[in-house]
């Protein structure tokens, strides 16, 4: 996860590499910058790790970096995705009618 993390911070220090909608409230962005980056040596090799500023919530983080994950997870073809949805659906299939029963009403 911290892989995910080191990705995702380093994104969002780009200009433009992310889209935020307008209607998220400032507690949101808070809550994505809940983490710092933390460099420790262990045995003279750096080791990098993530903790959390005391006192902020992560909620929106988490889903970011899950998000973040099953996008790389999934690799998707967007051309092959967008000629899919753009393509006319076949017609609904009519389905049988299902006989009701007066069992549930017995006394």
């Not at 892989?3 to 780009?14: N, P």
């Amino acid at each position: 996860m911290d892989t995910v993390k080191l990705q995702l911070f380093g994104r969002l220090a780009q200009a433009g590499s992310f889209r935020f909608s307008a209607d998220l409230p400032p507690v949101w962005f808070e809550q994505l910058a809940s983490e710092r980056s933390v460099v420790r040596y262990s045995r003279g090799q750096p080791t990098r790790s993530f903790i959390r500023i005391p006192g902020r919530r992560a909620e929106a983080l988490d889903c970011v970096v899950y998000a973040f994950a099953a996008r790389a997870l999934l690799n998707l073809d967007y051309d092959q995705r967008r000629a899919d949805l753009s393509t006319e659906a076949a017609p609904a299939r009519k389905r049988a009618p299902v006989p009701a029963s007066r069992w549930m009403e017995r006394r």
